[in-house]
């Protein structure tokens, strides 16, 4: 089955810094979703990433899916308070005819003020 | 429009005992999943539910089950509980299947703990 791997684990950085997480796959990703979690609450939905070599931006926060690596980078620019929590890539993998997402095990960002 | 409603927010239980979470998808969502979020182990599929039939399972012991209602609502049961089934329980819902759309859009959770 796939797996995720997330890098780096945890993240501390300065307010106004740029930073950037890395999800990488053990097999080719199709389908990679980013999302954000403040701690013991759900998941806020960032992106969706199909195709290679895609990249989107939302506000202060770009991802982009190098399908050849197999990897997916989230960058974030200018980095604030509001950013901090945990950052999850999650894979569609089919199975069954059915899909369901692997997640990472997530980075954790602080950003301080 | 309104997002996904897990209840209950919290949960305490004892060992032995048994638990149904519910999940009450997006109106027009018609696909369930649920997941398991543990700090050990990350978050794990349980299952997926769609037009009240189990199309996908984890591995998960038998102990873990679900249902789907022909309004798209989905419970899950927990029975014999043990003291590693605390855990943040996530439903999420899509339109039709999983990945299609904008995506899978999540609950708050029903955060579990067995004593």
């Known amino acids: 089955s796939q797996e995720l791997e997330q890098s780096p684990q945890s993240l501390i950085v300065q307010e106004g810094k740029n930073l950037t997480i890395n999800c990488t796959s053990s097999k080719t990703l199709y389908g990679l979703y980013w999302y954000k979690q403040k701690y013991g609450e759900g998941l806020i939905f960032l992106m969706m990433?199909?195709?290679?070599?895609e990249e989107k931006s939302h506000e202060k926060i770009t991802a982009k899916l190098d399908e050849k690596k197999q990897q997916s980078s989230l960058h974030i620019t200018a980095s604030q308070p509001s950013h901090a929590g945990i950052y999850l890539c999650g894979a569609d993998e089919t199975q069954g005819g059915s899909e369901k997402l692997v997640f990472g095990k997530g980075t954790k960002l602080t950003v301080n003020p | 429009k309104a997002g996904v409603t897990q209840t209950p927010r919290y949960l305490i239980k004892t060992r032995g005992q048994q638990v149904t979470l519910s999940c009450s998808p997006i109106s027009g969502h018609r696909s369930v999943s649920w997941y398991q979020q543990t700090p050990g182990q990350g978050l794990q599929f349980l299952f997926e539910?769609?037009?009240?039939?189990q199309r996908n399972k984890g591995n998960f012991p038998g102990r873990f089950s679900g249902r789907q209602f022909s309004n798209s609502r989905s419970e899950m049961n927990v029975s014999t509980l043990e003291l590693g089934d605390s855990a943040l329980y996530l439903c999420a819902s899509s339109l039709v299947m999983p990945g299609w759309g904008d995506g899978y859009t999540f609950g708050s959770g029903t955060r579990l703990t067995v004593v």
């Open positions: 990433l199909q195709k290679g070599g």
């Open positions: 539910y769609f037009s009240e039939t």
